[in-house]
């Protein structure tokens, strides 16, 4: 997780034992592949600088360098045991001098950036976790740093704007979580991430689809869309304008 509050639980058992992500989020797999797709297919031949916030243990990570050569990433987590799976996982790629693993707040980390000093700004079910007002500000940031017709893609998870389904989508959530936890005997870890999805459920956080893109436009991106969604996880792709902004491949 990108930001380390005092109720970040990315920071203990979860953070530790983060396989156990694509066994409770399915579709993880498809956006992470995605994500990385979306890069590799944007301003092909160029060499790009990115930043990533909140790279986990390193999947999404993964998916971006091995899908783009050409690329390098700035890292940022601010989950120690995450940060640390994540350097061992991609030591090879770090040793290339491809990957910087920074272990930061993802606003302080942003808001220290110059102005257009980044291609690209990645994520990968980060965002999610943050409050409203946090987010906010994160996207300006975001805005700020991207070079002009700069891309933002981030895969996460967006509550789905029907109250009723959105319910519905949760509850088939923890039902197939007590199941997959249940197998494996880890109680403890369901007790986590019922405790975490809490948080992602309150009305200070919860990441309505509509309203999110609706505030990315507003604050200024362009090109502002859907490239993919099942259920509530869905990737989105938007561009900082210019006048020699580049669509999207």
Known sequence: MASAGDDNLFTGPIGEEYDFLPMICPNIVTVTTNLGATVAA?????????LEIGCGTGTSTRSL???????????????????NQARENLAAYARAGRVEFIDSDALVYLRALPDASV?????????HNFDHRYRRELFAEILRVLEPGGLFVNGDRFALDDHDLQLASTQADVRNWFKV??????????EDWIVHLFSDESADRLMYSSATLSTMRALGFADVR???????DMLVTATKPSSAARDID
């Open 181 to 190: 936890f249940g197998e494996a005997k880890r109680y403890d870890l369901l």
């Open 226 to 232: 859907s490239n993919y969604r099942e259920g509530v």
């Open 42 to 50: 944007w301003r092909p031949g160029a060499a790009l600088r990115g």
């Open 119 to 127: 291609d690209l700004v990645a994520s990968n079910y980060a965002i």
């Open 65 to 83: 360098l091995s899908q783009r050569d050409d690329l390098s990433l700035l890292a940022v987590d601010a989950s120690p045991a995450m940060l």
